[in-house]
């Protein structure tokens, strides 16, 4: 079970830290990754990382703002926002996936968490 927090609504220019708590089962051995979904749009891909910590992708439009960890020890997972603009806003969701090295397409993940809203003003 993976349970993302740490949402919210801040202004445009603010920062905000999400975790991915899992659970149930050991996570640290796969990749994990971030995607997001607003109002309206797909769902698109922010950022993974490997089992490690060493590979880590990004998506162009968050690049430079965002930063992804994660603590094995603790089985959680970590999304750094900083400079945070209104096209930030949606549901962020936290996502295992299948193979030790990140992916970014969705399908490569197969347990996912509940989403925790960010909504960005102006």
């Known amino acids: 079970q993976l349970q993302a927090s740490g949402g919210g609504l801040v202004q445009a220019g603010a920062s905000l830290r999400l975790s991915c708590a899992a659970s149930?089962?050991?996570?640290?051995?796969?990749?994990m990754g971030w995607f997001r979904q607003a109002p309206g749009k797909e769902r698109e891909f922010v950022s993974a990382i490997n089992w490690s910590g060493d590979q880590i992708r990004y998506s162009d439009s968050i690049k430079g703002r965002f930063t992804i960890s994660r603590d094995n020890a603790k089985n959680t997972l970590y999304l750094q926002m900083n400079n945070l603009k209104p096209e930030d806003t949606a549901v962020y969701y936290c996502?295992?996936?299948?193979?030790?090295?990140?992916?970014?397409?969705?399908?490569?993940?197969?347990?996912w968490g509940q989403g925790t809203q960010v909504t960005v003003s102006s």
């Open positions: 149930g089962r050991t996570f640290s051995t796969y990749a």
């Open positions: 996502a295992k996936d299948r193979n030790p090295r990140p992916s970014v397409t969705s399908g490569a993940y197969d347990y």
